[in-house]
Each structure stands twice: as structure tokens, then as C-alpha cells.
């Protein structure tokens, strides 16, 4: 194979001169990592919600929350993704679509819709593993907490949501190893996220093995990171005398 | 204190409470028993509102537990209510588990609700494990910490639904100890139970059902000496053979 390894491209600068191929990528896994990290945020904060929401015993309230998890969830991401970026700001009304066309820098554009792109995304997947742990509890914890006198709200707060976010720490970690991997996506915008640093860097240095592998060994520690967080709090919240442990 | 008048209830077509009425006065203990399936534990859910009911009233302390304006979780912390299984809150330690209620429903602060909550398992012998967590005690332990859960909240009255039936049978004395103290300390008391030997010992009336009827609702002499319908009787003889 005559392919000419040269992994000191990294450390060489780039056309423009004012900084190294190293700080593109650096500053593509430092957008990859606050996007995702703050749609994880917002996926877990509206997840819940929904979640909370197919499992009460209002019909209307359940029936939306079940609609919001199918639209978001039959979507395909990359349509997702065009209509929150493209669609939306030529639809929103009373000025808003204007203001987010002219007042917010590109960038800026960019990272919100891939945010709020991905967020609701997730949250309809974030969505179905709340609904899934709270059903999993046994059917008289509901009874027990609201026969002590706890409103429906305060029986989800302090009976049901704690141990059901205990029983699903494994399928979210597995949704939020997912939304780092679904970050590439947004590059299709323009979105300078690692996947895009990646490609801008085979394109400009011709050396696709060393800037591919770089860019893998970023995913990879971001995957362990990620697990190695959500065993910790897995660890932290295990149940004395509960599901296996001691 | 806890009145049940002509109550139906059906689930669909399918009808699960026909017509129930019978009385609770206070300081009272009421044994409900019946064949599985004949709505006991459902009638028993209607008294604090876990289960709505379609046409009949119940009041609790005078509160119409049916009115749609009625505050019933009010109502609720003032009821306390036992299940087959346990129920403890698996996540926190016993010590919270007697404390939470007490603490986030009648605002007590943190050091009155376990002075109470510590009192009340010293009573039903568990002092010494205030710290441990439910799935580290036996069923017969966790049934008796549940008990002193709802008795922490200073409850009117009792309901409880098969507390024992979950329970080896070298556990079930211990619960029905601290339930035969509880009735004659003169708590006022409703029991989804087929311990005959408890109903003897201190029920006043014991209800018979079936098919979400009440069949009879009698003196527990006149239920164990001649019960009246033939249903009862067969239920009788089985449960008293085994
Ligand atoms: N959510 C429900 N939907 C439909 N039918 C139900 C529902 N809950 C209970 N039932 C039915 O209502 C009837 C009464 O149930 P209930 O649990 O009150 O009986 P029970 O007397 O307590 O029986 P057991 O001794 O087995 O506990 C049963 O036939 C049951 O199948
Ligand atoms: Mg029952």
C-alpha cells in the first residue's frame, strides 16, 4: 500500500494560518460535547415530563403525551433536523422566525436547532424508558403513596420517579451514548461538530486514516466517559436489600 | 365513622360492587371476607378513594368521599390503609419511610415526625432496625414497619387488605399481634382478612361477600354460630378446615 502516514499533521497549521489542525478538532469535540450535553439536558427534562405524563390517569393528558412521543419518535433524525432548521424559522409567527433569521449569528442558528433537534428527539426516547420504569413498579406503590396522603404529584416525586430512574440508568445511558453518536448528524447544517472538523480535515490535508482514527478515539473516550459516569450513579443509587444488590 | 350506602360499581359491563352497605362506628372492627374476586378489595379502596364508585355514598368522619369537591388526600392522611404486599418504599430507609408522609403531608418538622416514627416501631418491636432499608427485613417485619407507617400519621381509622396473606405462615402471628393490640386499644378498624381465628378474637361484625354483594353482615356470634346463607356457610367450612 503506498499510503504515506504522516501523523504530524496535526501539530502543522492550517491554511489560514492562525491556528493547528489539532485546535480544529479540539474545537469540533468542544461543540460535539456542549451540543449533546445540553440536549441531554433538555431530553431528560422533557423525557420526564412525557413520560410522567402517558402514565397518569388523566385520559387527554396521557393521549398528547402519546402523540408527542410518536411524532418525535417516527421522524427520521435528518428530516428532523432540516425541518427545525430550514422549515421552522420561515413558519414561526409574530416576528420570531425573523428575529432567529436576522438577530442570531449563523452559528448560533446552528446550534440551536441541532440542539432543540436532538433534545426532542431524545426526549420521545427518554420518554418511553420513564413510562417503562414507572410501570415496572409494583402497582401498589402508586396505592401505598397516595393512601399516605400525598397528592398525585407528590406520589410521582417521592414514591414512583426515584425508583423508576433507578431501574432505567441502563437504557439512558444508552440514549445518551446515542446522542453524542446523533451529534454527527448536524454537520449536515454546517455545524462545525467533530464529525465535520473530521471530514474538513480530510479535505485539506489528504491524510483521511490519521484524521479518521482521530476522530474515533474522540467518540471512543467520550463512550467511556459517558458509562463511566452512569455507573457511578448507578453505584450511588443502588438500593440496599434491592434487585441484586447487597 | 365510616358509613358505605348502596354502593355500585362496575368496571364496563362488568359489575364488581352491587348495592354494598354496611356500617363502621368508631372504635369498631369489621372483618370483610369472601371468596377471591368477590370485590373485597375493591370495596375496601372505595373507603378512601383509591377506586371510584358510580352511584352510592361513603363518608368517612362525616366527608363524603364520592364529592368531587372533597379534598381526598386530605381525607387520605387521615385514613390509614395496610396492603398485602407491604408496600414500604423500597428507595429509602425504614426510618423515611415512617418520617416522609408525616414530614411532606401534615408538615410536622424532621425531629417530631422521627420521635414519632421511632416510637411507633419501638411499639411494633423494631426498634433496631430503624436504619435498614425494607428489602433487608422479612415480610412479617416489613408488614409490621407498614403498620406503624400508617399509624404515624395519628389515623381516625384503619383499613387494611389481606395484610397477611402475602406472609409464611410463621410470620403472620407477629402482624396479627400488633393487629389485635391495635383493636384493643380501640382503634376503629375495617379488615380484608380470612384469619378467623382474629375475627374471633376481637371483631365486632364480620361482612360476608360475594359476587360484590354483601351477603351478610352479621355479630361475629351469630356469623360463626349460624351464619344465614348457604354461601357462607361453604365458605366457612372450607377456610376453617384448612
Ligand atoms: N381494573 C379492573 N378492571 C376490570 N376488572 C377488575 C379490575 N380490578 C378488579 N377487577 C375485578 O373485580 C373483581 C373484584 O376484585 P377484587 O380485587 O375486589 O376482589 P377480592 O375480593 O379482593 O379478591 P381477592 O381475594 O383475590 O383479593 C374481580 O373479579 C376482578 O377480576
Ligand atoms: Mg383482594
Known amino acids: 500500500m503506498g499510503y504515506q502516514w504522516n501523523w504530524s499533521i496535526f501539530g502543522s497549521t492550517v491554511p489560514t494560518g492562525e491556528t493547528t ?124 403513596g397516595l393512601a399516605l396522603g400525598f397528592t ?25 451514548l446515542n446522542i453524542f453518536k446523533n451529534s454527527a448528524v448536524c454537520s449536515t447544517i454546517g455545524l462545525l461538530e467533530l464529525a465535520a472538523q473530521g471530514r474538513q480535515l480530510v479535505d485539506y490535508t489528504a491524510q483521511p486514516y490519521e484524521s479518521f482514527i482521530a476522530i474515533t478515539l474522540l467518540y471512543l473516550v467520550i463512550n467511556v466517559v459517558v458509562m463511566g459516569l452512569m455507573r457511578i450513579v448507578e453505584a450511588r443509587a443502588r438500593v440496599p436489600g434491592y434487585l441484586g444488590s447487597k | 365513622m365510616i358509613s358505605i350506602q348502596n354502593v355500585s360499581k362496575h368496571y364496563g359491563t362488568f359489575q364488581v360492587l352491587t348495592d354494598c352497605s354496611t356500617e363502621v362506628n368508631k372504635g369498631e372492627v369489621i372483618v370483610v371476607c369472601g371468596p377471591s374476586g ?83 416501631l419501638d411499639r411494633v418491636g423494631l426498634k433496631a432496625h430503624a436504619a435498614k432499608f425494607p428489602g433487608q427485613l422479612s415480610g412479617g417485619q416489613q408488614q409490621r414497619v407498614a403498620i406503624a407507617r400508617a399509624l404515624a400519621m395519628d ?15 410463621e410470620m403472620i402471628n407477629e402482624v396479627l399481634d400488633v393487629m389485635v393490640e391495635l383493636a384493643q386499644e380501640g382503634m376503629t378498624m375495617m379488615c380484608v382478612t380470612h384469619e378467623m381465628g382474629f375475627a374471633r378474637k376481637v371483631a365486632n361484625r364480620i361482612v360476608f361477600m360475594d359476587q360484590g354483594q354483601i351477603v351478610e353482615d352479621d ?16 365458605f366457612l367450612a372450607k377456610i376453617l378446615t384448612h
Open chain 2, 219 to 234: 355479630a361475629k356470634d351469630a356469623f360463626f354460630g349460624n351464619p344465614r346463607s348457604e354461601r357462607a356457610r361453604q
Open chain 1, 21 to 144: 489542525y489539532l485546535v480544529w478538532l479540539l474545537s469540533g469535540l468542544q461543540t460535539t460535547i456542549l451540543l449533546s450535553l445540553s440536549a441531554w439536558l433538555l431530553a431528560l427534562a422533557l423525557g420526564s415530563l412525557t413520560g410522567v405524563l402517558r402514565t397518569v390517569p388523566s385520559k387527554p393528558l396521557s393521549t398528547l403525551a402519546s402523540a408527542y412521543v410518536e411524532l418525535f419518535r417516527n421522524i427520521p433524525l435528518l428530516v428532523q433536523l432540516f425541518i427545525w432548521y430550514f422549515v421552522l424559522p420561515e413558519i414561526l409567527p409574530f416576528g420570531l422566525g425573523d428575529a432567529f433569521k436576522q438577530q442570531l449569528s449563523p452559528l448560533t442558528q446552528q446550534f440551536l436547532s441541532a440542539m432543540l433537534c436532538l433534545a426532542f428527539f431524545t426526549s420521545a426516547r427518554v420518554a418511553e424508558q420513564v413510562r417503562a420504569g414507572i410501570n415496572a413498579l409494583p402497582r401498589g406503590q402508586r396505592a401505598a
Open chain 1, 152 to 176: 398525585l404529584p407528590q406520589t410521582y416525586r417521592h414514591v414512583l420517579l426515584p425508583m423508576a430512574f433507578r431501574l432505567i440508568v441502563p437504557p439512558l445511558t444508552s440514549e445518551c
Open chain 2, 38 to 120: 368477590s370485590g373485597k378489595s375493591t370495596l375496601i379502596k372505595c373507603v378512601n378513594g383509591l377506586e371510584p364508585f358510580q352511584s352510592g355514598t361513603i363518608t368517612v368522619d362525616g366527608v363524603s368521599v364520592g364529592d368531587p369537591k372533597t379534598n381526598l388526600s386530605k381525607l387520605r392522611s387521615r385514613v390509614g390503609m395496610v396492603f398485602q404486599h407491604f408496600e414500604l418504599f423500597p428507595h429509602m430507609s425504614i426510618t423515611d419511610n415512617l418520617t416522609i408522609a408525616q414530614v411532606k403531608v401534615l408538615g410536622r418538622s424532621k425531629d417530631e415526625a422521627t420521635d414519632k416514627g421511632l416510637k411507633l
Open chain 2, 155 to 169: 389515623p381516625i381509622c384503619m383499613l387494611f387488605d389481606e395484610p397477611t396473606s402475602a406472609l409464611d405462615p
